[in-house]
């Protein structure tokens, strides 16, 4: 039997301070599995993309997962798909999870998890991109450090608003305002030209750049990024989609203290992560356990 789980099911069953200890864990544990991920993403004969991540795997977790999205930026939502969760003794299908709710949940904490370890003390929060992402990583980064202001952008005045109403903050009208009056800027949007450059920051912000999961998206400059430390999550994935330049570290690194990142109130600090097919597995046997545990969920039997 097959669990399906749907958005409003890992809504109820995923908790960002759980997601985020998770993820934290992958971060540490993810680099000893043998087997590499795989990023395979494939035009399509319609206004969208289709993109496969395989093999999710973490170290003493018995099963994989195999993901496959489409993304059609039109679209509301832009993304959408499953991710199949598979038991790795006998390749059965455990759980069809979808996968937009899940990729929001882990980009967004994983990137939350990246701004606390890398950003300075400032506390004002700016986000550029009013979209599901950048609302986990607000949510996650309110579990990790305290935000004392929280500015927000978009290219949508009224998902911008509704953002900001969730949780108090205030609308601004450019990207360029938004990094004036924020210590930790999270970027998360769809723009193929730099939002921000060198001119738009000054000494001691963190910037954390979603908007690099596919070739030719770049919201930051390359002056900006010249003069930051930056951290990905995977050197050769983030070389292949267009970072534009190697990255000083990995956040594995610095969660395993390997590397100390930030080392001065005065550094500039980028987190450009791909995100990776392990993040999909820290979550959805997250979420698949407890709804084992407590009945959530319709099961059914493909094979019938």
Not at 44 to 65: D, H, R, S, V
Not at 66 to 82: E, M, T, W
Not at 204 to 233: I, R, Y
Not at 259 to 264: A, V
């Amino acid at each position: 039997m097959t669990l399906l789980l749907s958005r409003g099911d890992l809504e109820a069953l995923l908790e960002p301070e759980a997601c985020v200890g998770a993820l934290r864990d992958g971060f540490r544990d993810a680099e000893s599995v043998a087997i590499a991920g795989q990023r395979v993403r494939t035009e399509l004969p319609f206004p969208g993309t289709a993109t496969a991540l395989i093999p999710g795997l973490l170290p003493g977790i018995p099963a994989y997962t195999v993901k496959v999205n489409a993304k059609f930026p039109a679209a509301r939502p832009a993304l959408r798909g499953v991710i199949c969760l598979h038991s790795g003794t006998d390749g059965e299908l455990l759980a069809l999870l979808d996968s937009a709710t899940v990729t929001a949940w882990r980009t967004g904490l994983a990137a939350a998890l990246g701004t606390h370890l890398l950003a300075g003390p400032g506390e004002a929060v700016g986000v550029i991109g009013a979209g599901a992402q950048a609302e986990l990583t607000v949510r996650g980064l309110a579990t990790l450090r305290p935000c004392s202001a929280l500015f927000v952008h978009d290219t949508s005045a009224d998902r911008a608003a509704e953002f900001a109403a969730r949780h108090g903050g205030q609308v601004l009208s450019s990207a360029a305002e938004v990094a004036a009056a924020a210590d930790v800027v999270v970027s998360a949007t769809w723009s193929r030209k730099p939002l921000l450059s060198l001119a738009d920051t000054r000494a001691g912000q963190h910037f954390t750049s979603l908007g690099v999961d596919e070739p030719g998206k770049a919201e930051l400059a390359s002056d900006l990024l010249d003069a930051a430390l930056l951290v990905v999550d995977d050197r050769e994935l983030a070389a292949a989609v267009g970072v534009l330049r190697s990255a000083d570290a990995i956040l594995g690194e610095v969660v395993r203290s390997e590397h100390p990142g930030r080392t001065s109130d005065t550094d500039r600090t980028v987190y450009a992560p791909v995100g990776l097919p392990w993040q999909d597995l820290a979550l959805a046997w997250t979420a698949y356990g407890r709804a084992v545990r407590e009945g959530v969920g319709r099961r059914v039997d493909l094979l019938g």
